[in-house]
């Protein structure tokens, strides 16, 4: 089976190796080298770099409308293509070149959190559970039928970047699955999305970072989790602004204004939130590295009695 791979970030990565296992990966798509870094030098992406790792040629197109684009991708002859996490809109003519169409990984349980950062959005928003789609890809955002499920509980503690880890690694798991059936002459079943129940995960901006002391602790406690590693929630603490690693909602009622540092311990900043307190206990002073609140008040000894 000749298998076209596309994917940029690193959540691809295990998806292109259970592909590798599970066929002939003819040549992998990612988004060209992008200037990263204090140099701004051109940095190649997770997948490109797994792809040359792996003797596979890569080809980086700005962009799949182009006829020599199209034309190029069926010049590879592929049964079928992957999509996670691309970057790039595939137009129907590429969707339709592929003899099995275009399968996609999905890090959410579809038709909730279609978009750009279901991730981050379903800890956002409190979803006590979450997992991985693999869905036909066609031309609308993330609408198209799925052929497998699996669902994963989220952990009450567990930040972006965990849950990221995970999903990625089971949608791997769900694409070996679907490509196991299609190697052995059974195509999954393609179960067309309700349309009761969709949502869409918007895009993470570093805007969204800056905490608002009127929301509700547990809603703040949230955002914190759901942002690390990024954007990273940030805001001003007793005149100094702060990125938040790690934080805790704390059900106390107060009179205080939203934003007022109530207490300063070693279990962290106690901060009045709209409703309840939030607890800060890990933060980033500007320019330094993420501390436990008894390490910045070693340096901020005036909290100690706030």
Same mark, same amino acid.
């Given at each position: 089976?000749?298998?076209?791979?596309?994917?940029?970030?690193?959540?691809?990565?295990?998806?292109?190796?259970?592909?590798?296992?599970?066929?002939?990966?003819?040549?992998?798509?990612?988004?060209?080298?992008?200037?990263?870094?204090?140099?701004?030098?051109?940095?190649?992406?997770?997948?490109?770099?797994?792809?040359?790792?792996?003797?596979?040629?890569?080809?980086?197109?700005?962009?799949?409308?182009?006829?020599?684009?199209?034309?190029?991708?069926?010049?590879?002859?592929?049964?079928?293509?992957?999509?996670?996490?691309?970057?790039?809109?595939?137009?129907?003519?590429?969707?339709?070149?592929?003899?099995?169409?275009?399968?996609?990984?999905?890090?959410?349980?579809?038709?909730?959190?279609?978009?750009?950062?279901?991730?981050? =959005? #379903?800890?956002?928003? @409190?979803?006590? $559970? *979450? !997992?991985?789609? &693999?869905?036909?890809?066609? +031309?609308? /955002?993330?609408?198209?039928?799925?052929?497998?499920? =699996? #669902?994963?509980?989220? @952990?009450?503690? $567990? *930040? !972006?970047?965990? &849950?990221?880890?995970?999903? +990625?690694? /089971?949608?791997?798991?769900?694409?070996?699955?679907?490509?196991?059936?299609?190697?052995?002459?059974?195509?999954?079943?393609?179960?067309?999305?309700?349309?009761?129940?969709?949502?869409?995960?918007?895009?993470?901006?570093?805007?969204?970072?800056?905490?608002?002391?009127?929301?509700?602790?547990?809603?703040?406690?949230?955002?914190?989790?759901?942002?690390?590693?990024?954007?990273?929630?940030?805001?001003?603490?007793?005149?100094?602004?702060?990125?938040?690693?790690?934080?805790?909602?704390?059900?106390?009622?107060?009179?205080?204004?939203?934003?007022?540092?109530?207490?300063?311990?070693?279990?962290?900043?106690?901060?009045?939130?709209?409703?309840?307190?939030?607890?800060?206990?890990?933060?980033?002073?500007?320019?330094?590295?993420?501390?436990?609140?008894?390490?910045?008040?070693?340096?901020?000894?005036?909290?100690?009695?706030?």
């Amino acid at each position: 089976m000749r298998i076209i791979f596309a994917g940029t970030p690193a959540f691809a990565v295990p998806s292109l190796r259970a592909a590798h296992a599970h066929g002939e990966v003819a040549a992998v798509y990612t988004q060209p080298d992008r200037p990263a870094g204090r140099g701004r030098g051109l940095q190649a992406s997770p997948v490109k770099l797994e792809a040359v790792a792996r003797g596979i040629p890569v080809l980086q197109p700005e962009s799949l409308r182009r006829r020599s684009a199209q034309q190029a991708l069926r010049d590879l002859a592929p049964d079928l293509m992957i999509v996670v996490a691309y970057g790039l809109i595939l137009p129907q003519a590429v969707l339709d070149i592929p003899q099995y169409g275009c399968w996609n990984v999905h890090a959410s349980l579809l038709p909730r959190w279609r978009g750009a950062a279901p991730i981050q =959005r #379903a800890i956002e928003a @409190g979803d006590a $559970e *979450t !997992g991985v789609c &693999l869905m036909q890809m066609e +031309a609308g /955002l993330d609408t198209g039928p799925v052929l497998l499920a =699996r #669902a994963t509980p989220i @952990g009450a503690g $567990e *930040t !972006g970047g965990q &849950l990221h880890d995970r999903l +990625a690694e /089971l949608g791997a798991a769900v694409l070996a699955d679907g490509l196991g059936l299609l190697r052995a002459g059974i195509r999954p079943v393609a179960r067309p999305q309700p349309e009761q129940g969709a949502t869409y995960a918007h895009k993470l901006d570093k805007a969204e970072a800056r905490l608002d002391w009127s929301q509700p602790a547990d809603a703040l406690a949230r955002k914190v989790r759901a942002f690390d590693p990024w954007p990273v929630a940030e805001a001003v603490v007793a005149g100094e602004r702060l990125r938040i690693h790690g934080a805790v909602a704390v059900e106390e009622m107060h009179g205080a204004e939203p934003g007022t540092l109530l207490r300063a311990g070693r279990e962290g900043l106690d901060v009045a939130c709209g409703r309840g307190v939030l607890r800060l206990r890990v933060i980033q002073r500007e320019g330094g590295k993420a501390i436990t609140a008894a390490d910045f008040l070693n340096a901020r000894r005036d909290l100690v009695r706030a």
